[in-house]
């Protein structure tokens, strides 16, 4: 019996890998509806979708720090970062503010009803996504500490490579 449990556990960690995202309609902090399949669209290169919130200590250390190579990773790897706020209606006014304050230069949506927080299996942020240029899943990691970012940094590398 416990064979097959950890069996199913690691065949439901390489359908959830090799995923597509689902096909959410969200907003970005200027109230325009975008399907997720289509933000998720970068002329073959891959993409982050990072999940955050703006109580999230954590979250902001991470993209602070992202934010900080991020121009040269667009530069090396062609990638487009979406952060996905999950902040909900009492906390999603100060979403805007943060990202002008920080000067974050990343597409921002907002899933103020955690629609896609929920069919992405996230728990709790920062969770991490990386996904190849025809929008597959490759890599998920939930939490950050310092220096995570040259982990991530790597997969994309390798999404970017088609390994």
Known sequence: MKKHFILVIALLSVITTFAQVPNITLKDING???????????????????????????????????????????KETGVKMIIVSIDDSRTTANVRTLVNAQGWDFDVL????????????????????????????????????????????DEVRKAKAGK
């Open 110 to 153: 907002l899933d103020v009803n955690s629609d896609l927080k929920r069919a992405m299996n996230v728990s709790n942020p920062p969770h991490t996504f990386v996904l190849d240029g025809k929008g597959k899943i490759v890599f998920q990691h939930n939490g950050y500490s310092e220096g995570s970012e040259e982990e991530l940094i």
């Open 32 to 74: 325009k509806a975008v399907q997720l399949q289509d933000a998720v669209k970068n002329d073959g290169n891959p993409v982050i979708i990072d999940f955050w919130a703006t109580w999230c200590k954590p979250c902001i250390k991470e993209l602070k720090a992202i934010s900080d190579v991020y121009e040269d990773w667009q």
